[in-house]
T-cell receptor, first 115, second 109 residues
């Protein structure tokens, strides 16, 4: 188990559904990240939040909508996804964003399947 | 040229042997380097971080960094079947973590 908690662990949804992925950390980290990982590929960065503000959006389609309600929580809202969006979605967190020495710690991920 | 390259194919090592993994990176100003282990179907787990030239040892793992050659490596001593996983090299820059494609290690009992 990791100190970054993601729910749900598995999610199956249709292309017309709306769902949300949730991520929580209580390590006092002020940077949080969403990654997408396809099988046998490295994680691909989607979004970065620094001090609860969106600082990086890696040209992610608008059907993915991130939200950071507070310093401990990160959500990813999903709407009208495509089958190619099926992947493992990973949340990560790290200490103060400006300190490049701090590693990112990953949650267990949500395995998403789009029917 | 990719930011972080891990070129070796799957690595098979006998139990008890040393597994050696290599990684090169393109951005000379990179300051932080990490190795993550990922078991099949699981999330990446941080196993080593290194910031200065030279060696850093933690248990059976040794990370080596050479900034002049833009090269970082990971040695796994006394390899165990539980070390069978994909190892991801990651380099931090511009508030982003750039990953290599990973190296699969298979430890044969």
């Amino acid at each position: 188990d990791t100190e970054v908690t993601q729910t749900p662990k598995h999610l199956v949804m249709g292309m017309t559904n709306k769902k949300s992925l949730k991520c929580e950390q209580h390590m006092g980290h002020r940077a949080m990240y969403w990654y997408k990982q396809k099988a046998k590929k490295p994680p691909e960065l989607m979004f970065v939040y620094s001090y609860e503000k969106l600082s990086i959006n890696e040209s992610v389609p608008s059907r993915f909508s991130p939200e950071c309600p507070n310093s401990s929580l990160l959500n990813l809202h999903l709407h009208a996804l495509q089958p190619e969006d099926s992947a493992l979605y990973l949340c990560a967190s790290s200490q103060a964003p400006g300190n490049s020495n701090q590693p990112q710690h990953f949650g267990d991920g949500t395995r998403l399947s789009i029917l | 040229q990719k930011e972080v390259e891990q070129n070796s194919g799957p690595l098979s090592v006998p139990e008890g042997a040393i597994a050696s993994l290599n990684c090169t990176y393109s951005d000379r100003v990179s300051q932080s380097f990490f190795w993550y282990r990922q078991y099949s179907g699981k999330s990446p787990e941080l196993i080593m971080s290194i910031y200065s030239n030279g060696d850093k040892e933690d248990g059976r793992f040794t990370a080596q960094l050479n900034k002049a050659s833009q090269y970082v490596s990971l040695l796994i001593r006394d390899s165990q079947p539980s070390d069978s996983a994909t190892y991801l090299c990651a380099v931090k820059g511009n508030n982003r973590l750039a990953f290599g494609k990973g190296n699969q290690v298979v430890v044969i009992p």
